[in-house]
T-cell receptor
């Protein structure tokens, strides 16, 4: 089956620094990747959609200058949290969609736990 | 906008009991419907899906039927096991036929299911 990995699985950083999270599709090419944020005991909220080779589309209320997304290849998308603050602490999850067919399934990575101190 | 409403948890059942987790949705376009499961400490996994009205998705003894007339996609299982304890998310994805590509998933808030031996 389709496998999506994320790196790192957890990270702790100091307030004001930047953190990069990688999302990779390991055995398929993903033309589209999605980034979600999950708060404790709550649902996933879509942050942005990235298509390979083009600018990401951000959901309303998500600061594009703070959450930089780069989808440089068909197997890699990165999310950079710039000038992180404690309120950015959360669980960040990516998903990747395989092209083709009429069923648009998304395959999820295991998530990255970010803690900003 | 698109939205998913599912029953609040936690839902606590005894082993071998019948399970129903209600899910209703509102959407523009032609939604595909999904149930995802999140086991403790793990990422989301697709449990089952349905892409058009009257489709029935099934997996691991769980099933759900896409009911367009009631805009529902209730999750059911005839006999639950302790290993089914997890958080279950109902979700939808709308395929924009105009060529914009399917959006990211819209999730419900999740239902925490606890199965007691």
């Amino acid at each position: 089956g389709a496998v999506v990995s994320q790196h790192p699985s957890w990270v702790i950083c100091k307030s004001g620094t930047s953190v990069k999270i990688e999302c990779r599709s390991l055995d398929f090419q993903a033309t589209t990747m999605f980034w979600y944020r999950q708060f404790p005991k709550q649902s996933l909220m879509l942050m942005a959609t990235s298509n390979e080779g083009s600018k990401a589309t951000y959901e309303q209320g998500v600061e594009k200058d703070k959450f930089l997304i780069n989808h440089a290849s068909l197997t890699l998308s990165t999310l950079t949290v710039t000038s992180a603050h404690p309120e950015d602490s959360s669980f960040y999850i990516c998903s990747a969609r395989a092209p083709g067919g009429t069923t648009y399934e998304q395959y999820f990575g295991p998530g990255t736990r970010l803690t900003v101190t | 906008g698109d939205s998913v409403t599912q029953m609040e948890g936690p839902v606590t059942l005894s082993e071998e009991a019948c399970l129903t987790i209600n899910c209703t949705y509102t959407a523009t376009g032609y939604p595909s419907l999904f149930w995802y499961v999140q086991y403790p400490g793990e990422g989301l996994q697709l449990l089952l899906k349905a892409t058009k009205a009257d489709d029935k998705g099934s997996n691991k003894g769980f099933e759900a039927t896409y009911r367009k007339e009631t805009t529902s996609f209730h999750l059911e299982k005839g006999s639950v096991q302790v290993s089914d304890s997890a958080v279950y998310f109902c979700a939808l994805s709308v395929y924009m036929y105009s060529g914009g590509g399917a959006d990211g998933l819209t999730f419900g808030k999740g239902t925490h299911l606890i199965i007691q031996p």
